[in-house]
């Protein structure tokens, strides 16, 4: 039971970073724009959260400079993507090379030192109620957050009509530019949300999860958080059970590894994304099912006529 | 003054020979500022990055070694790319490629035959082949999108490696090191001279960038590919099989990269350890795109990418430079050449002021 309760804490803690990624980039395909370079802004974030919090920075300052290091190299993206109409799959593979390289280089000298980890919150009597206290309250703030996002993302996107407007544009442009929304200028404030959410994710993993400054320390989560977004068949809610189903992989193979399993410790490092490949070709292969919530105009690039 | 983004009747010729000197002289422009604002001579450095690597015989040898595999690997790529099959997962390959490779150069019983090298030039190639297949069969069977299945398994080739060099292939007398004994004599390219790490597995490149421009220039199949590529709906009009693309791309693709990661194992490393591949699997993407998806286009392209690798580790060694910045340049190369090839299919006039 105790073991069971401490999983279950670990995977909701471990999906965390996920789903601020996927969120982010749902809201990014939704709009009708693929930007695959979450890798590269979760890295971005990741090392810009850590140079502030080295810079002595309090952690909200820290989290904000990660958020906004997210978005400015999303912006990267959202230029060649949008206003030079390029490639958006060579552009985002671009964003994701290059966000590599920058993060490598924004955190060098801070590698393996470790950071004042954002700690759990206590809620004076949740958080001490047997069991339910410790699967439900004893959080960090950021895990929170996270399910807060969830809502205004969902209620964004179906409730309002700012939401409506940025679900058309992903269907059909040209008919929302026939009825006077600014196509390129709301998929560039989505381009903006899904790197900000990125840098968010990429901090988490600096800021509370490692909690320290590694190169390359995503580790493929930008790609995963991609492959959710699929998996999710662009539904906000499945993102999230999405997630807890990775998380609760990396979490099922770090215990077998703790226990010590006789199995190689780089079989069990591989499950997560062998577990990814496996979830989206039971998600694909329905055709109908992946149809229905699915951006007609994803990564079609946009040109106002006239 | 108000400008006017228009778009041309046909691309441009000029432009589509200038938009990569444009990006490169961009990248330029851009990283002496950057080399400016750390406090580094611009000059100097550009001079440590891209010439000095270059004054050298063994700087040549070393350029035209690491040029190889980014140039087999993007003509592979350009194939599938052409197409709009999405092979990310190239670096996988290549590593699968070079295990293979590995595995029948240490252990295969005809240690002493000449055959040994072909036989890992044949493996390679085929486990390069093979995981390649499994996201073309996903693809093709199940509708799974090939870009984040060809990265998944690039992380699983990695655990693979790093399986194999940390434990059964592990080379009992080296020192502890997560490497395998070396390969025979009988299972390494031959160097053209024993001064320099080039050798004679250049060849291959050589030959695979003749394919490529037959297949891609002349071939009816190349064509179909293209065309199935650009405009799918007209390419099942025409009765043009989208599977069979989504095959050729993979597996052509993913031979090469299994030749390249090959070529590095019986090359200049002569063994396999946990660092076979810079990154040459992700790198040849940008080169498979600074050459257009063109065969020639490649070759210049990965001398480009391939002298950005040089010189990256030329002022990590002389200006003590962080090696990152070999990445941060890649990535710069690409976002300006994407940039500057909207000008073969736009142009930017001037609006004459209008009077209402």
Redesign the interface.
Same mark, same amino acid.
């Given at each position: 039971m105790d073991l069971f309760v401490s999983m279950f804490a670990a995977t909701i803690v471990a999906a965390t970073p996920l789903i601020f990624a996927a969120l982010g980039e749902l809201v990014v395909e939704k709009s009708g724009v693929l930007n $695959?370079g979450i890798e590269?802004m979760m890295l971005v974030g990741a090392a810009f959260g850590v140079w502030a919090h080295f810079a002595g920075l309090p952690m909200t300052v820290a989290l904000a400079a990660a958020v906004l290091a997210g978005a400015a190299s999303s912006l $990267?993206f959202g230029?060649?993507a949008l206003t030079?109409?390029?490639?958006q *799959?060579?552009?985002g $593979?671009?964003?994701a090379?290059?966000?590599?390289? !920058?993060s490598?280089?924004i955190g060098?000298g801070f590698g393996s030192t470790p950071v004042d980890a954002i700690q759990p919150v206590h809620l004076p009597g949740l958080s001490d109620i047997p069991v339910i206290g410790e699967m439900f309250f004893q959080y960090d703030p950021l895990v929170y957050l996270s399910f807060v996002l969830f809502g205004i993302v969902s209620w964004f996107l179906y409730r309002t009509k700012a939401g409506l407007a940025l679900r058309a544009i992903g269907e059909s442009p040209d008919s929302a530019h026939a009825i006077g929304y600014e196509v390129i200028r709301i998929r560039y404030m989505a381009v903006m949300f899904g790197g900000a959410m990125a840098g968010l994710g990429g901090a988490y993993l600096s800021l509370v999860y490692t909690p320290l400054w590694v190169?390359n320390m995503t580790?493929?989560r930008g790609?995963i958080a $991609?492959?959710l977004v !699929?998996f999710a068949a662009w539904r906000p809610i499945r993102v999230v059970l999405g997630a807890w189903l990775f998380g609760g992989m990396t979490i099922l193979q770090l215990q077998g590894q703790a226990i010590g399993l006789n199995v190689?410790s780089?079989?069990l490092?591989?499950l997560p *994304?062998?577990a990814?490949?496996a979830v989206? !070709?039971l998600i694909?292969?329905n055709?109908q099912a992946?149809a229905l919530d699915f951006p007609i105009s994803l990564a079609r690039p946009f040109?106002p006529k006239g | 003054m108000l400008f006017k983004i228009e778009?041309r009747a046909e691309p441009s010729r000029q432009m589509s020979i200038a938009a990569p000197l444009i990006a490169t002289g961009l990248t330029i422009v851009v990283s002496s500022l950057f080399f400016l604002s750390l406090g580094y001579n611009p000059l100097v450095t550009l001079y440590t990055f891209f010439i000095e690597p270059l004054t050298t015989m063994n700087g040549i040898s070393e350029w035209l070694l690491k040029a190889s595999p980014l140039i087999l690997i993007a003509c592979g790529l350009a194939i599938g790319f052409r197409a709009n099959v999405?092979n990310?997962g190239a670096e996988g390959q290549l590593i699968m490629g070079a295990i293979a490779a590995t595995g029948v150069g240490l252990f295969a019983p005809w240690q002493d035959s000449p055959l040994l090298l072909p036989s890992m030039v044949i493996a390679g190639m085929l486990a390069g082949m093979a995981w390649a297949a499994v996201p073309a069969f996903?693809k093709d069977r199940?509708?799974?999108?090939e =870009?984040?299945?060809t990265?998944?398994?690039t992380?699983?080739a990695t &655990?693979?490696l790093?399986?194999l060099v940390?434990?059964p292939w592990r080379d009992p007398d080296g020192y502890n090191f997560p490497q395998t004994a070396l390969l025979p004599y009988n299972g390494m390219f031959e160097v053209f001279d024993y001064s320099y790490r080039l050798n004679t597995s250049i060849f291959f490149t050589v030959v695979v960038v003749a394919i490529t421009w037959l297949f891609t220039e002349r071939s009816f199949l190349g064509y179909k590919m293209s065309v199935g590529g650009v405009a799918p709906a007209a390419a099942r009009f025409a009765g043009f099989n989208a599977s069979a693309s989504i095959w050729i791309g993979l597996l052509a693709s993913g031979a090469a990269a299994g030749l390249a990661g090959m070529m590095e194992a019986a090359g200049p490393l002569g063994q396999l350890s946990p660092q076979i591949s810079p990154g040459y699997g992700?790198a040849a =993407?940008?080169v498979a795109?600074v050459g257009r998806l063109n065969a020639l286009g490649i070759v210049l392209g990965g001398l480009l990418l391939s002298l950005l690798y040089l010189g990256g580790e030329t002022v990590q060694m002389s200006l003590g430079l962080?090696?990152?910045?070999? &990445?941060?340049?890649?990535?710069?190369l &690409?976002?300006f050449l &994407?940039?500057s090839?909207?000008l073969i299919n736009?142009r930017i006039r001037k609006l004459a002021m209008r009077t209402a």
């Open positions: $695959l590269g $990267l230029v060649l030079f109409m390029t490639n *799959y060579a552009a $593979l671009a964003l090379i290059f966000g590599t390289g !920058v490598a280089f060098r190169e580790a493929g790609w $991609l492959a !699929v190689p780089e079989l490092s591989a *994304y062998l990814t490949i989206l !070709v694909s292969r055709r992946m040109r | 778009p999405w990310i996903l199940m509708n799974t999108n =870009i984040l299945v990265l998944m398994l992380y699983v &655990l693979i790093s399986y940390h434990g992700f =993407i940008i795109f962080p090696s990152s910045i070999a &990445l941060i340049f890649q990535g710069m &690409l976002f &994407l940039a090839n909207f736009f």
